[in-house]
């Protein structure tokens, strides 16, 4: 059973705390080879993290959990592709992307960062 612990929403108005708690919700979901990028040339994103996962179901709930966190926080977020072989999800100043494996190959979207700051790596 996972528990996530709620804090205070003057605590998670901060944005590295949002995405640090975001990519511990990924990694619970055993989201794998995640990567975040600050890019310097998107105008709509402070971050865009980049991940694969290993089947569709695993990509809604992962989805579903990120958003659902996101509002709890009062945050506001679009999504699309559900069911599909890539989701973006975006939120203030964040861009999500999860990938199937296949996808994540034939898209290269990684390239699309190339001179980005690479933020951090996991998995």
């Given at each position: 059973?996972?528990?996530?612990?709620l804090?205070?929403?003057?605590?998670?108005?901060?944005?590295?705390?949002?995405?640090?708690?975001?990519?511990?919700?990924?990694?619970?979901?055993?989201?794998?080879?995640?990567?975040?990028?600050?890019?310097?040339a998107?105008?709509?994103?402070?971050?865009?993290?980049?991940?694969?996962?290993?089947?569709?179901?695993?990509?809604?709930s992962?989805?579903?959990?990120?958003s659902?966190?996101?509002?709890?926080?009062?945050?506001?977020?679009l999504?699309?592709?559900?069911?599909?072989s890539?989701?973006?999800?975006q939120?203030?100043?964040?861009?999500?992307?999860?990938?199937?494996?296949?996808?994540?190959?034939y898209?290269?979207?990684?390239?699309?960062?190339?001179?980005?700051?690479?933020?951090?790596?996991?998995g």
């Open positions: 059973m996972v528990i996530y612990l804090v205070s929403n003057n605590i998670y108005k901060n944005k590295n705390v949002i995405l640090d708690s975001i990519i511990d919700i990924l990694l619970i979901q055993n989201i794998k080879d995640i990567k975040v990028y600050e890019p310097k998107d105008v709509y994103s402070d971050y865009a993290i980049i991940s694969t996962a290993s089947s569709n179901i695993q990509m809604n992962a989805l579903r959990k990120v659902s966190f996101l509002k709890v926080n009062g945050r506001e977020d999504s699309e592709g559900l069911n599909s890539w989701i973006l999800l939120s203030e100043g964040l861009s999500l992307h999860i990938f199937s494996e296949e996808a994540r190959k898209y290269s979207i990684d390239d699309l960062y190339f001179d980005s700051n690479l933020v951090n790596q996991y």
